[in-house]
């Protein structure tokens, strides 16, 4: 195994009380099995097409960028959710064990001063823009498209092209229009694969490749990890098993799910799993109409850096959480603490160690600091970081995220949420078309301004 699930601290104990129980995830053998099934066969219909990502061809991206790889040394992605988090969180998971020989950048908001940022820091004779959009309409994604583009126009008038590509909707949408008429060189989005579940499609392989990450390795780890999840018996596919264990942690009121990375290169896959765990589970509307309201909110911590922020809040503070650290065995490159004061007690410990054998003494250490309070944890343990590893380890939660959606009886794939929010920002931005949502914003706006005076 690339990476090991440890669950015992989330089962009941002496210590952790309000921990499952080994007799209720038996009794609901009957309830796994039926959504196993379920799951089964729509992955059979296509509905769950990142099932299917491991056994794709790869060969387009890696012809394209065996071209053009040493005429650029850095590529910008301009995206936003889906397009973007799973691109930063392998390339930062990777960059520097594996030594990634060209840099990936992630423009993934509209703050001008972040966009101002990235081009005073980039070579543009060297930079290679990609822009990630489904639908291409994004209006997050296209506002900043459309700044680059004149930017690569009045600075390469007949070579813009060369410095961007496409990454869009196969048939249809603004981008893919753009790709006909104008011939840039494009990648696809996968119709039947939603944006959070992509980053092993031409969405993050794209990136990672022309980082020079191996993305044969990637998709072999998710292959290794389907394999494993395709069991039915929960005690032997992690995914079901962690998907199971958090549903029940959030019957019983611990509405919070915290991600501690005990690895700088992982924190932003913490980033990664907050937007598939959030947009996927927190719904108002069940399958058959009714309002639920359910979800689990994700938060990100850093071991070491928020035990002197956040651990104080978790071992004394509300029990309203799950934990789990994620951790590195073997780190590609360590330091040897020296031995400068052997007369001093107070730093003659530490000389000889190792600076790894540190972080992951503190990792187990805020473990025991959790379970002494009561507080449910689990440990995901990485033997090394590459890129088997990281595959297998987005193919587990992705499959963990649908099976339980299937438990809360609610859709996992879709995102109504999200798209009021777009429809209110086209309406105001003035996108024609929206005209109705228009008015009623503006009533809004006006109400509001009379309670602020008032």
Not at 134 to 140: D, N, Q, R
């Amino acid at each position: 195994m690339l990476i090991h699930f440890d669950y015992q601290n989330f089962l009941h104990s002496q210590k952790i009380r309000s921990g499952i129980s080994k007799d209720l995830i038996d009794q609901s053998d009957l309830q796994i099995k039926s959504i196993h099934q379920e799951i089964m066969t729509e992955r059979k219909q296509g509905k769950l097409g990142f099932y299917d990502l491991p056994d794709q061809d790869i060969s387009h991206i890696t012809t394209y960028l065996d071209k053009i790889k040493t005429k650029f040394d850095t590529m910008v992605v301009l995206g936003i959710g889906g397009s973007a988090l799973g691109n930063k969180a392998i390339y930062s998971a990777l960059k520097v064990e594996k030594q990634l020989p060209r840099k990936v950048i992630v423009a993934d908001n509209v703050d001008p001063l972040m966009l101002k940022e990235i081009l005073d820091v980039v070579d543009l004779n060297r930079t290679l823009f990609n822009v990630i959009t489904k639908s291409g309409t994004t209006a997050e994604t296209m506002s900043v498209f459309l700044i680059l583009m004149k930017i690569l126009k009045d600075t390469f008038p007949q070579a813009y092209k060369e410095h961007l590509v496409i990454t869009t909707d196969k048939d249809k949408g603004f981008l893919r229009d753009i790709v006909r008429k104008e011939g840039y060189q494009d990648f696809e989005v996968p119709g039947n694969v939603g944006g959070r579940f992509s980053v092993l499609s031409d969405v993050g392989l794209v990136s990672c490749a022309f980082a020079g990450i191996d993305i044969s390795g990637l998709l072999k780890g998710a292959a290794d990890m389907r394999v494993i999840c395709e069991s039915k018996n929960i005690w032997k596919n992690p995914a079901y098993f962690n998907g199971f264990l958090h549903y029940q942690y959030m019957r019983n009121g611990k509405n919070i799910s915290v991600m501690m990375p005990y690895a700088n290169a992982l924190y932003d896959m913490a980033d990664w799993y907050r937007q598939l765990w959030a947009e996927s589970l927190g719904k108002k509307y069940d399958k058959q109409g009714r309002e639920v309201f359910v979800g689990q909110t994700p938060v990100k911590a850093l071991g070491t850096t928020d035990q002197h922020s956040q651990v104080q809040l978790y071992t004394e503070g509300p029990n309203d959480k799950v934990f789990t650290f994620l951790t590195v065995s073997k780190f590609g490159y360590d330091y040897e603490i020296p031995d400068l004061y052997p007369d001093r007690e107070e730093v003659h410990y530490l000389g000889g160690k190792k600076l790894s054998l540190l972080l992951n003494t503190e990792r187990l250490a805020t473990e025991i600091a959790l379970t002494d309070a009561g507080r449910p944890n689990a440990n995901i343990t990485f033997d090394k970081l590459d890129e088997k590893s990281i595959g297998a380890f987005i193919f587990m939660f992705e499959v963990q995220t649908v099976f339980t959606g299937k438990l809360l009886q609610i859709d996992p794939l879709d995102q109504p949420g999200v798209e009021a929010g777009k429809i209110a920002t086209y309406a105001m931005m003035g996108k024609p078309g929206f005209d109705k949502e228009r008015a009623t914003i503006n009533d809004y706006l006006k109400t509001r301004e009379l309670r602020i005076k008032n």
